[in-house]
């Protein structure tokens, strides 16, 4: 008896009599030639926000990065298991991504839960409190701007703010910043919203979310 769930199980089915006969042999040139994707994506783990389906990406066309509240930490030296800085590097130095796109979303739990103890918390006590104290400089940004009294207001607005500042962190990766001096490397920031299915871009000329034409 196999020990994979049944859903699961007729996924992999459809999977394997649909989507992977249709790109077999894209399959097979990346198994023999490796990837070579243009694009690394830092996306929330939300399991409602795919990066592959939200760009109809095929295998091999988009790096992926997924964790809670798709944040980037600062660049660190200090010991400990660094995941997502590891990826980050693996794709810049790796793989030679030439973009880097920060994707943050509506109605994010991280946030959510950020915003839940804001200002009351005095130390993180585990590994998601730990991980989501990454969006304290973006609240205290949004503190320092005024912070909305809708609380709907403000949750969207630390979301979008957040995106800025892991790109922020992004710029502390000296491997990253030489690549953007070299002009070999871009950095990104978007925003999807899940009940509209709408995608929008962060300008940043003036910092602000435009909308990508559907």
Known sequence: MSPFPADLIDGYRTFRQTDYVTDAARYRHLAERGQKPSTLVIACSDSRVDPSRIFNAGPGELFVVRNVANLVPPCEDGRGYHGTSAAIEFAVE??????????????????????????????????????ISLLGPAYEALR????????????????????????????????????????????IGGFFDIYSGRLQ??????????????
């Open 94 to 131: 790796g793989l030679e991504v030439t973009r880097i796109l920060v994707m943050g979303h509506g109605q994010c739990g991280g946030v959510r839960a950020f915003l839940a103890d804001a200002g009351r918390r005095k130390s993180a006590q585990t590994f998601v409190e730990k991980w």
């Open 144 to 187: 320092a701007d005024g912070i909305p009294d809708d609380p709907d207001a403000l949750q969207n607005r630390l979301e979008q703010v957040a995106v800025a500042h892991s790109i922020a962190n992004l710029m502390t990766f000296p491997f990253i910043q030489k690549a953007i001096a070299d002009e070999r490397l871009v950095l």
């Open 201 to 214: 871009f962060l300008d940043s000329k003036n910092g602000r979310f435009e909308a990508v034409a559907a």
